[in-house]
Structures are given as C-alpha cells and as structure tokens.
C-alpha cells in the first residue's frame, strides 16, 4: 500500500499536476481525482493494515474453518 | 456505587460483552478510530502550519471554513468509537494511569479546541498569543494520542 501511494504521487508529480495552473479556471481534471481518491485509499489502507498487524487472526485457537487450517498448518479442533 | 462497580456493570453488559467476544468488532472500531485520529489530526495540523506561518500562504479563517468540519466530524467518530471501545474493557482502563492521563488531556484538548482555538480562528486573531494556544492546542492532542497508544502498552 505504501508503495502504491509512492507510486501514485510519482505519477501525479510527473505527469498529472503538469496543467494545475489551469486548474483554477475550469473543472479540476478526472486524473487528478483519481490520483486523490488512490492516495486517500492507499493510506487509509495503510493506516487499517498496520492497526490489524497486532491482532492474531491465525492463532490456530481462532481456526475453524478446514481450509483456513490447511493454509494455515494449523490442527482442526475436533470439538 | 464506587466508579469500580460501574465499570464492572459496564463490563459485563451487552454492549460490553459483544464487543469483548467478536473477533472482528474491537479491531475494525479501532481502525475507524484511527482513520478520524488522522482526520483531526490532519484538519488541526493545517489550520496550525498557517497560524504559525509554516509553509501555507492561505489566511486561516479561510482554512477554517472547510476544515472545521472534518474536524468536528472526527471528533464525533473518535467519541463514539472510543466509547464502544472503552465499554468493552473498563475494568482494564479502571487500573491503567495511561486511560485516566488521556481521559484529562483530552477534556483540556477539548476545551482548549471549542474554547480558545476555534473561537480566535473565527476571528481571525493573530500575533504571540494565538502561536501560544496554537502550540498548547497541538500539544494537548498530542497527549491525548500518546496516553491513547500508551494504554496498550501498559
């Protein structure tokens, strides 16, 4: 995700904000919203990721589900 | 009824308890809460860096026109948020100096920003006073997120 925005401002920086001395006078231009709603998304993703990264949704205690336990290497509980 | 008693009934409520239980719940409430702690962080941070002279050209109260409502939303869903958290663990937050440090930080931080901050930038104030409780508003929040991190740690 952090890589996504990088990416993202790279290409804004470059290419998208060439014209935004125009932008005053007309609509603001659909690439540079674009470019807008990816960082915005991008770094509330970091933000939510990072948060999640302390939680153990694998611990094998939680599995309960066959597939997660075959992906996961975890032993299904029987009960 | 000692304030440890309520945060025992509390605990053991509905509410309480669902939260407590879920896998998902505590987690995605805590992301929302982060995601409105970079939103007033973000709003707050803007109208300051003009207010001090940092970089941005453009004179507060112009600023505050559209910032001060994300800022009053991210209040509003930082409130709710972290009430639904602190009713899943009260008894835990009873014993943590870190919940009650960030619970008076953040009723300074809240009068500093409705009181003084908000109120001066309507008004366009400026000059030393208005850095000063710029800077004191800044820090208040800032408290407030520490103890709030530090409550985990503990």
């Known amino acids: 995700m952090i890589l996504i925005a990088a990416i993202n401002i790279a290409v804004f920086t470059f290419k998208v904000e060439r014209d935004k001395a125009a932008w005053d006078l ?54 | 009824m000692s304030l440890y008693h309520t945060a025992q009934n509390i605990e053991a409520s509905a509410l309480g308890q669902t939260i407590r239980e879920s896998t998902w719940l505590f987690p995605a409430i805590e992301s929302t809460h982060l995601l409105a702690l970079a939103l007033l962080g973000g709003s707050i941070l803007i109208m300051s860096l003009s207010i001090l002279g940092w970089g941005l050209k453009t004179p507060v109260a112009e600023l505050y026109k559209s910032a001060h409502r994300y800022s009053n939303a991210a209040v509003i869903v930082l409130l709710i948020t972290g009430v639904l958290l602190g009713v899943s663990e009260p008894v835990k937050l009873y014993g943590r100096e870190a919940f009650w440090v960030k619970m008076i930080s953040l009723s300074i931080a809240l009068l500093m920003t ?41």
Do not use: H, Q
């Not at chain 1, 993703?45 to 990072?50: D, E, K, L, Q």
């Open chain 1, 26 to 79: 007309g609509p603001v231009p659909r690439k540079s919203k674009i470019c807008a709603v990816i960082s915005l998304s991008a770094w509330a993703c970091v933000i939510v990721f990072g948060r999640l990264i302390a939680y153990n949704w694998f611990d094998c205690d939680s599995i309960t589900s066959p597939t997660m336990a075959e992906l996961t290497g975890c032993p299904l509980d029987p009960g």
């Open chain 2, 114 to 154: 409705y009181f003084v901050f908000n109120p001066l930038v309507r008004r366009g104030a400026s000059g030393a006073s208005m850095r000063g409780v710029t800077v004191l508003t800044i820090a208040a929040w800032l408290t407030v997120a520490m103890a709030g991190r530090w409550i985990g740690f503990s």
